[in-house]
Antibody
């Protein structure tokens, strides 16, 4: 079945870095746009970043631009986000998600991985 | 950036009630709107795309309507499994943006 499984979350100090991974299975990963969406504790959903199916086009939320980098390895069916210069406000559950074809509604979500930025 | 405003933020209703949630966009998004359901501790679930198209497997009591800047999600007869938080999201342009959410509570 279609599945997205995130990993790499944890507790990190402010200013440090963390890389999240998302392993995809059950569909042709290389055909789909992929997203990261986050949710701070008790808050709503916030879109973070997107990469096109071949990784050539990327977009970011202003809140993470210049600090986060989304990437993918289609040979490994894996999505990544490199998060640098982490801040307390980056504390959230991070979801990996798939963009529906042919348009970009988000149709499949992973279970999420928690990132806590704290000293 | 396109701002998405949902109302109400909380809604109290009983099983069997008809429930309507409104979502407004700060500029026209045509029909590029999706709706999601989220339960505590769980990932969001995809319900509706292109404003009114029901995702496969979603019960027919859910429906969406609207275009341009004003949209609605309707649950025709609320069931116990429907008590959750609902989010709208525009995918007309990046950055994608979500509404603030509507929590549907038991009355």
């Amino acid at each position: 079945q279609v599945q997205l499984v995130e990993s790499g979350g944890g507790v990190v100090q402010p200013g440090r870095s963390l890389r999240l991974s998302c392993a995809a299975s059950g569909f042709t990963f290389s055909s789909y746009t992929m997203h990261w969406v986050r949710q701070a504790p008790g808050k709503g959903l916030e879109w973070v970043a997107v990469t096109s199916s071949d990784g050539s086009s990327k977009h970011y939320a202003d809140s993470v631009k210049g600090r986060f980098t989304i990437s993918r390895d289609n040979s490994k069916n894996t999505l990544y986000v490199q998060m640098n210069s982490l801040r307390g406000e980056d504390t959230a559950v991070y979801y990996c998600a798939r963009g529906q074809l042919p348009n970009d509604a988000i149709d499949i979500w992973g279970q999420g991985t928690m990132v806590t930025v704290s000293s | 950036d396109i701002q998405m405003t949902q109302s109400p933020s909380t809604l109290s209703a009983s099983v069997g009630d008809r429930v309507t949630i409104t979502c407004r966009a700060s500029q026209s998004i045509s029909s590029w709107l999706a709706w999601y359901q989220q339960k505590p501790g769980k990932a969001p679930k995809f319900l509706i795309y292109k404003a009114s198209s029901l995702e496969s497997g979603v019960p027919s009591r859910f429906s969406g309507s609207g275009s341009g800047t004003e949209f609605t999600l309707t649950i025709s007869s609320l069931q116990p499994d429907d008590f959750a938080t609902y989010y709208c999201q525009q995918y007309n342009s990046y950055p994608l943006t979500f509404g603030g959410g509507t929590k549907v509570e038991i009355k």
